[in-house]
């Protein structure tokens, strides 16, 4: 309890010390006092219990409280009567008794009415054996009030009805004390308000069974030991509605199944067996006193049982729920890798015989990370939620739909080897999934890459969808939102990948990485204007490595932030040394250096190139960024943020391969670039009344309007850099002026201010 939870329990508990020392006084004070100390312990429970729930309780929480509130003034109501009309008090009792016991019985059912909404505002499970415990329990009890009160007051041949209908109240004491032994056994928090209502349901209890006794001349006791005792309701059960901790009465509460507890386990034996027992050992009665024993004791073996067969049951049900959660997706409820392996497995089994093909859809959301990485995971979940729906409407019934990875489903088939069934299904799914998603955010497009893998038996379920993964990465490397056939060629391809990777991981400490630069020049005055920074990789198991293989790799498995960080410190240090050799005369150089997707995306670039211009002292407008369309438009609203970041440093952005994306010119003017680089795609025909050049002029005009500069890549021929020249083009690069080398042979660019 915190310590703020402990001072407002403070009212609870100074009600319960003032209600135990009126108590103390009302038993061991002189009988004159008797009276008052009732008059004021039942005014002072009155009040808390108008007090209590208006301050522990929303409004809508407080109906147990009123009905229980409302059954304190029905005692009170009775105790005035039993006080202003003695002959109510006679005993034996005569018909005057049933005035105030009316008010009693009403006030009983408002009690139990109130432990009863409790009850269900704590909503105990359905397979929680409280239910069932508490019923043996209050079976218990009503066997040995029947055995010990009523049946004897029946039997007792002085007895009028009144003193017999007396003699049934402990039977309402053991229907309340079943719903308290509810709320105890269901679960939930146990706390001082349940132990309260717990103490003084029994303490009721005991009066009425001793008020019983007494009127069926069985036990001498006082009234006052009676009227202590229903005293105590009126210290425990407001004290429980002062307490902070009242609110878990009536709020949902979390039931954690726990091994019976060792008491648990002596309470339900001793009321299985004593009145077993009991029946066994006194002697024969009446014909109507034994039926109603072997009834009850009949009752406590079925509800015995019931408790045997509703725990077994309940244990079933929890394996099969564990067990779907082993072979079923959490999220979209789909079946997993596991359950997917079993069922291609057993289909294989037959699929010799039976002349079955066994076909596999691997189908990979695209670009799904944009989805989590702008909307959220939330978005995220529904929209993989919506797709497994949509999934399940394409297929057959005896097809199976799972989910293996985070946005990755797999389909499979069993069909004859003639039907193309997996090809018109990937064909319907590209479609079905092209479709606008409704979420949550509003509508939703996607795509998918879809790799299909075939078996006619003998293959493992696990190769097969490997072999489906592997055609999937086939198709999104063709472009995505397409379908790919495996084939034995994309397994030696995957080989030669892996092989790749494993080699490329510690490259970079292994010194295996170099950079290379390619000049960038200016076409005006063909002066140098810079260099463009190039990652080459040399393995000496795999010899030079292309960058078009290894950085794709680099990419996906996010070794790129690595060494692209390494790569700009590398150009940044080289431009330093080169700009000291030339001396502080000559024309500034810059250094181009490209920046993966996965570093735009990533929060520590923008430190990377902060650090990097502290260590080396370059002027910000010397070091160039470049960056990609598509990485771009990935998420824009993500890349603006690092890219006016790193604007707001001073550094030069570059949309790098123009013309190869979405060219799109009103995300362009939102960007902070001041350099567009010109994809050699556009260059290789220019000067020759090529189709590209109208495309060019166009690309030109429009920057130049927007006041960037423009670099044409891929400059090979003196007709391209001429044509370039007259159309205004700022700078070229490209094999004209030299390739990418190591520093060590581009010294003749930095030695001379103008290029041969």
Sequence with gaps: MTRVDAISARPAWLHVLIGSALLAVFFLGPEWVQTPVSVV?????????????RRNLQPADRLPWRLIRFAGYMFIVASVIRALVPSTMATPVTAMSLIPNSFILLAYLCIGFAFTVMLRRRRAAEDDPARIDALLVGLAAAFLTWTFVIAPAIDSAGLTPFQILDALFPIIDVVLLVLVAQLMLAGGAQNPPLWMLIVAAGAMFVADLLFSLRDALIVDVSQATITGLFLVLFVLIPASALHPSSRSLVEPQQIVVRDMSPVRLVVIGFVVTVPTVITSLMPLGSFANDLTRAGLCALLVLLTLARVVRSNNSRVRAERATRRRATHDALTDLPNRELLSETVARWADRATEEHLEISLLFIDLDRFKMINDHWGHQVGDELLCAVAGRLGEQVRAEDVVARIGGDEFVIALASPSHLRLAESLADRLLDELARPFELSVGDVVISASIGVAKSTGGAHALELIRDADTAMYKAKGSGRNAYAMFDTSLREQLRD??????????????????????????????ELDGFEALMRWYSPELGFVSPIEFIPIAEETGMIEEMGAWLLRESAHQLLTWTGIRGPGARPLHVSVNVAVRQLRDGTLVKIVDDVLRETGLPPNALWLEITESGVMEDIEAALLTLNALHALGVTLCIDDFGTGYSSLSYLHRLPVGIVKIDRSFINDVGQAGTNEPIVRAVLAMTHAMGHRVVAEGVETELQRDWLRDQGCDLVQGWLYGKADRPANLTHWIERPVAA
Aim: no cysteine; hydrophobic share 50%.
């Design 497 to 526: 990948r892996v092989k790749l990777e494993q080699s490329l991981r510690g490259a970079l400490e292994r010194g295996e990485l170099a950079v290379h630069f390619q000049p960038i020049v200016d076409l005006a005055t063909e």
């Design 41 to 53: 312990v039942m005014i002072l429970g009155m009040a808390a219990l108008y007090v209590g729930p």
